[in-house]
């Protein structure tokens, strides 16, 4: 097959000129060899993730595989620019999460979403705008940090640490004041991440999942049964903010970032510290007036702007039913009409 690319979400061929195993495998050693990497690993389990840089050029985080036996590559172009959340149509309230001074945020979505350019857009802000000591702890290196008012120390697992709870109880002793993991593999990681929210920490960290219903309760899930009620009332106590976020194809052949936003009230927190968990997608339309939004309402707000189509709209949305009827009123019915 010809190499092949994303753009906008479809996938386009750069040409007609046909890849044969010979030539993925030039390809790919070529990569290791850019990256200053062994490809020892690779050889041996067929899986490696890993980012390097271009000067002048790009950033470029590689996932390598191995399929029936040849080599193969996804490779993902990172900026060397730090994200503007304005001109990605990232929301105020996301934004506005740097201002907070410690606890829990949580940023969702599926693969290709948008999440590490959110959670890059707001350590950025919270570089320019406090002092202190960020820590990234991510595998691969994404989006690189200079030095603004932080100080930005980057960690790449498992280079620069074995795994990601060692990394994180560490942070307790580096004096660190945000915290940014990027990846939650297991419940021990979940357990360390909480501590460090509870102990006056910022923590920011990702989930793959697509509504704040589901990543609370994918959250919970991860721990022993025995200890689910116990870490619901720590998990309602630390927990801030969670964002979900989908990208949508949008009328102008781009795609643009919706979004659901659930902070927490008193209510919530009761929510979450009692489940069950599946209310929360009410409370979160009940809520709306109070800073919440709703991840329909966000892709109502893109289709009144004119940014998405009907049809995006309605396929999109979580009650398609619903967005079908908010965007096509009946007509009232007018005394004396057949």
């Known amino acids: 097959r010809p190499l092949s690319y994303k753009s906008n979400g479809t996938l386009q061929t750069l040409n007609e000129i046909i890849l044969y195993s010979k030539d993925t495998y030039e390809f790919v050693t070529a990569l290791y060899a850019l990256a200053r990497r062994d490809i020892s690993y690779f050889d041996r389990c067929g899986d490696d993730r890993f980012s390097f840089t271009l000067p002048r050029f790009s950033r470029y985080r590689v996932s390598a595989f191995k ?37 829990l945020v949580l940023v969702a979505g599926s693969g290709g979403s948008g999440k590490s350019t959110t959670i890059a857009s707001i350590l ?38 074995e795994s990601y709870p060692a990394a994180i109880e560490n942070a307790f002793f580096q004096s660190a004041d945000v915290l940014m993991i990027a990846e939650m593999p297991d419940a021990e990681t979940v357990q360390a991440a909480l501590a460090a929210a509870e102990n006056r920490h910022l923590v920011f960290t990702t989930m793959r999942t697509e509504s704040a219903a589901e990543t609370l309760d994918s959250l919970i899930h991860r721990i022993p049964v025995s200890e689910q009620q116990h870490f619901s009332m720590r998990l309602a106590a630390a927990l801030r903010a969670v964002v979900c976020q989908k990208l949508l194809p949008s009328a102008d052949g781009r795609l643009v970032p919706a979004f659901e936003i659930l902070t927490m009230n008193p209510a919530l927190r009761r929510l979450i510290s009692s489940t069950p968990i599946d209310q929360i997608s009410e409370m979160t339309a009940a809520f709306a007036k109070e800073g919440l939004l709703s991840m329909d309402e966000s892709i109502f707000r893109l289709f009144s702007q004119g940014s998405i189509d009907a049809e995006t709209a309605i396929a999109e949305a979580v009650d398609p039913a619903g967005m079908k009827k908010r965007i096509y009123p009946k007509p009232p019915v007018l005394e004396g009409s057949d």
Not at 77 to 99: F, H, K, M
Not at 129 to 147: V, W
């Open 124 to 161: 950025d802000r919270i570089n320019q705008e406090t002092s202190g000591h960020i820590i990234t702890l991510e595998e691969p290196l994404e989006f690189l940090h200079p030095h603004k008012s932080c100080m930005i120390s980057q960690r790449e697992l498992p280079a620069d640490s």
């Open 67 to 103: 399929q029936r036996g040849s080599y193969a590559a996804v490779i993902r172009v990172i900026p060397l620019e730090l994200p503007d959340a304005a001109s990605l149509g990232i929301p105020e309230a996301v934004s506005n999460l740097s201002r907070l001074s410690n606890g």
